[in-house]
C-alpha cells in the first residue's frame, strides 16, 4: 500500500494545479525563511500537498472537490495531525485572488 501512495504522490507532482504551481514557486528551494519543503508527501496514507519536515508544517490547496468530501477531509486532518504536523488550508479562491496569501498565513502560523 505504501508503495501504491508513492506512486500516486509522483503522479501528482506531474499534474499540479495551477495554484499548487503558485505555492511550490513561493516554497521551493528554501524561498520561504530557508525551510524546505515536499510536494506531494504522503503521511500516513494521506497525500500532503506540501510538506516542511524541519517545522512539522503542512500545506493543503483546497480546490472544489474539497467543498464536496469535508468528512473525508476531516479525518484526513485529524490523522496527520495526530503525527504533530500542523496543517495551513487555503483554497484555491484564495491563492488565485491574492498569491502572497499563502505567506502571510504561514508566517501567522510558524510565529
Avoid at 8 to 35: D, P, S, Y
Amino acid at each position: 500500500m505504501k508503495e501504491i501512495k508513492k506512486v500516486f504522490a509522483r503522479q501528482l507532482r506531474k499534474g499540479q494545479t495551477r495554484a499548487e504551481k503558485i505555492v511550490w514557486e513561493l516554497v521551493r528551494n528554501r524561498k520561504f525563511r530557508g525551510l524546505k519543503f515536499r510536494r506531494q508527501h504522503v503521511v500516513e496514507g494521506f497525500v500532503l500537498d506540501f510538506y516542511c519536515p524541519e517545522i512539522k508544517l503542512g500545506i493543503e490547496v483546497d480546490g472544489g472537490i474539497h467543498a464536496r468530501r469535508k468528512d473525508y477531509d476531516a479525518l484526513r486532518q485529524e490523522v496527520i495531525e495526530s503525527e504533530g504536523i500542523t496543517i495551513v488550508r487555503i483554497t484555491n479562491r484564495e491563492l488565485l485572488d491574492r498569491k502572497r496569501l499563502i505567506l502571510e498565513k504561514l508566517n501567522n502560523t510558524i510565529g
